[in-house]
């Protein structure tokens, strides 16, 4: 089950269904784009995991974290449901029923008429009430009945870390990062020629031994800054004339322990030639947990650009910002 969240791209599935493979997980959806996912938390208990997805797949990346239903009280033995489960080159849906519930899972039986097909493959499948996504299954042992993850369970053990309240990014952890290659990221793929810019502003002097912002946007060295609630770090640069600006590629390498990588960022342009600002907001969310962000904007003209790095990955600071790359 893809679901997206401040910009990025997650699937939840059974921790079964990937086994030992934790990176470049293959993902694919019925004649459309693939892409892959890299497990950044797996509970094997509840045969539940979850990964940062990657690649065409992220175009149409399914629900919305914040639509997932936090309270099923309402699901009840004999409820109506369907299960939506993927084939090779389609969906199937089956009319069932629910059977027997608990505080974590619930079970699903074919509705009279429909075939008795839950087998194994179904794992993974979505359950759903209506358009409300309930379910998700972990085990099909038998044709007639398969065994569901509720969604308000999914939800309860996904949050902390898909929400931002875990102790620290997953890469964080020894134990993810040497099997997640997202934890280890590279420069941005077919990077071009980066439009030149002059840094005019920064909030925060760097922390002792760091470059400042002017001399990280001329690749002489990372500039690490201090940062809280309610100190946002912010950075101003300006173009020699207004440029179209439609790609950003924002980079850090920290290490978790003592710097943080950014989290939510907010980016504004600002065309205006006359003194007078009209900051257009055209960025405002989160960095992949790996440290880069590589997006495409909507083209925009700019003269100046202010980014304002208002969280970190973990709580923590001082924040670390290796590369920031404007291209056409």
């Known amino acids: 089950m893809l679901v997206r ?3 990025n791209c997650f699937v939840i599935m059974p921790a079964h269904v990937h086994g030992l493979r934790f990176n470049a997980v293959r993902l694919s959806v019925p004649n459309g784009p693939i ?11 509840e045969d539940l995991s979850l990964g940062l997805v990657s690649g065409g797949i992220t175009q149409d990346c399914g629900i919305e974290w914040t639509a997932l239903p936090r309270d099923l009280g309402g699901l009840r033995p004999g409820s109506a449901v369907i299960v939506l489960r993927a084939r ?3 969906e199937e849906a089956r009319k069932a029923t629910v059977g027997a519930t608990t505080f974590e899972t619930f079970s699903v039986r074919p ?3 429909e075939p008795d097909d839950l087998f194994a493959g179904t794992s993974g499948a979505t359950v759903f009430d209506g358009d409300r996504p309930v379910g998700m299954v972990t085990d099909a042992e038998t044709a007639g009945e398969a065994w569901a993850l509720r969604m308000d369970e999914v939800v309860a053990r996904l949050s902390r870390w898909i929400g931002g309240m875990q102790d620290g990014r997953a890469c964080d952890d020894p134990r993810v990062a040497e099997r997640v290659a997202a934890c280890a990221p590279d420069a941005a793929a077919d990077a071009g020629p980066g439009l030149p810019y002059e840094v005019v502003e920064w909030s925060e002097h760097p922390v002792k031994g760091a470059d400042d912002p002017v001399s990280m946007a001329a690749g002489k060295g990372a500039y690490v800054a201090p940062i809280g609630p309610d100190a946002p770090l912010r950075i101003e640069l300006s173009f020699p004339e207004a440029v179209v600006v ?3 590629v924002l980079r850090s390498t920290a290490d978790g322990k003592t710097q943080f990588s950014p989290r939510s960022i907010r980016v504004t342009a600002d065309v205006s030639a006359d003194g007078a600002r009209r900051p257009i907001t055209f960025v405002d969310r989160d960095v992949p947990p790996n440290g880069l962000l590589d997006v495409r904007l909507r083209k925009i003209y700019a003269r100046r650009i202010t980014i304002e790095v208002l969280s970190t990955w973990g709580g923590g600071s001082p924040v670390r910002l290796d590369e920031i790359r404007f291209e056409e």
């Open 88 to 90: 090779q080159q389609s």
């Open 246 to 248: 439609g790609r950003l």
């Open 35 to 45: 892409g892959q996912a890299d497990i950044v938390f797996s509970d094997g208990a």
């Open 5 to 7: 969240h401040r910009g």
């Open 111 to 113: 509705m009279a008429g």
